[in-house]
């Protein structure tokens, strides 16, 4: 599943000032596939009494930084269950009652490395899902570590550490075994230097199949990946085809067709200048029903929405609404209906979200029953009916808990609660 993750705005001159790590670290290594350590071998059961944080007790309330439903039901989070202004640590939870309730499913092991403020989230169903998390924020001592489980969070397996400090930014798994992790060694400057991994047995073991080289002046490597543009985006649509994307003022969306190994810039029906006064924001393209979704947003002049029918082969330009802002969020269910979360500068959310039931061809505006508008808002739906909003604790953190908004018409009404802990954790 796709989050709908609403980016503030971004200019090319401050790029820099919201990119992933300044520290640039060393050790590239090749690009040919390399185990990257002994693998661990047993699981590490989940308790929830082991792996909260001290202070959170049943019932209390939860900050939610990353929300990733996978029904009207059932979901996933990285929470903090205090209040981030008094503790840092985020957790790994679960909810099976709509987002009423939370109960902390953070492997032991990850309770020291969630402390770092970081992890990066994958939620596939409602039993299986990913998180990569680095135990440092710098230097060659750090290590990014990958739990993965399939019975709800009851029990993970860990991978061995991945090395040299690198920030992981993007997870994607296309089946229960086949996944990539992307690393970040740094970006500033339109330079992000990275390194893409690759899992076959459920994310135990990581090989390092493609790299960029490390700083301007390095000869390019074999995979073909380019050291020039920020890379956040991860996304494949089989075990072959996958795209790489982010933040540039040139046109940066990357392709591979044989699972990772080379990478080349994808043809797409857009100017090649389009990206060059301000710079173009690429998330992760997405996948559903055999066809392929792809949103480039040319800051502050307009939103495109690319669709392909063959895997990124070919693609067509659809019309996005006029309301749906500079930084609309699209998500799409099916090859025929999805959701156009509009959002504009700094990526406030707008008042209409759009609704479509032929693939991009027509929308229909819905009228918010409540008004969004802060910086730090973000949406995620699992249908076109079925979504939930709240506040991303990111900028300050009040005092009061935040509340959770709930709806299952498209926006036009909203329930809220504050979610709280289980009664389990």
């Known amino acids: 599943m796709i989050r709908l993750h609403l980016l503030p705005g971004r200019s090319c001159a401050g790029a820099a000032l919201i990119a992933v790590f300044a520290v640039m670290v060393s050790g590239c290594g090749g690009a040919s ?52 202004d008094h503790d840092g640590t985020l957790a790994v939870a679960r909810t099976t009652d709509r987002g009423r309730t939370w109960t902390i499913v953070t492997p032991p092991a990850a309770v020291r490395a969630l402390g770092t403020g970081q992890g990066l989230l994958q939620a596939a169903t409602a039993e299986r899902a990913w ?21 709800g969070g009851r029990s993970w ?24 992790l992307l690393e970040s060694l740094g970006a500033a400057m339109q330079q992000n230097p990275v390194r893409l991994y690759q899992s076959t047995d459920g994310g135990v073991r990581w090989s390092l199949v493609a790299r960029s080289p490390r700083m301007a002046g390095d000869p390019p490597t074999s995979s073909g990946l380019p050291l020039y543009c920020d ?20 046109m940066s969306v990357l392709v591979t067709r044989d699972g990772g190994a080379r990478w080349a810039t994808q043809a797409l029906p857009l100017s090649p ?18 066809t392929t979704f ?26 996005l609404p006029a309301g749906a802002g500079q930084y609309p969020r699209i998500r799409f269910f099916s090859a025929d209906d999805g959701i156009a ?12 979200f759009y609704l479509t039931a032929d693939g991009g061809l027509s929308w229909i505006a819905i009228r918010q029953g409540v008004r969004f508008g802060g910086n ?27 509340p959770l908004y709930r709806t299952s018409d498209s926006g036009r009404t909203w329930a809220s609660f504050v979610p709280r802990l289980s009664h389990q954790a």
Not at 68 to 73: D, F, H, I, R, Y
Not at 341 to 352: E, F, L, N
Not at 386 to 398: K, S
């Open 273 to 290: 200048t389009l990206c060059e006064s301000a710079g173009c924001e690429i998330p992760a393209p997405q996948s559903a029903g055999g």
């Open 231 to 250: 890379k956040d985006g991860l996304a494949f649509a089989s075990t072959r085809t996958g795209w790489i994307t982010g933040y540039c003022n040139s």
């Open 341 to 352: 979360v509009s959002a504009g500068s700094q990526g406030t959310i707008g008042r209409d």
């Open 376 to 402: 730090w808002d973000d949406v995620d739906f699992v249908s076109q009916h079925a979504g939930f909003a709240w506040t991303n604790p990111g900028g300050d953190v009040p005092s009061a808990p935040l």
């Open 294 to 319: 792809l949103t480039v947003t040319d800051y502050p002049a307009a939103a495109y929405l690319l669709v392909s029918r063959d895997a990124g082969r070919n693609w067509r330009i659809e019309t």
């Open 131 to 151: 998180f990569a998390v680095p135990t440092s924020t710098s230097g060659p001592s750090g290590k990014t570590l990958v739990f993965g489980t399939a019975d």
């Open 157 to 180: 397996r860990q991978s061995a550490g991945i090395p040299d400090g690198s920030e992981p930014v993007a997870i994607d798994f296309v089946s229960p075994s086949r996944g990539w």
């Open 33 to 84: 596939a390399k185990p990257s350590g002994e693998a661990a071998t047993r699981d590490t059961a989940a308790s929830p009494s082991d792996s909260a944080p001290t202070q959170a007790r049943a019932g209390s309330p939860v900050w939610i930084d990353t929300l990733q439903m996978v029904s009207a039901t059932i979901g996933w989070a990285l929470l903090w269950p205090s209040n981030p």
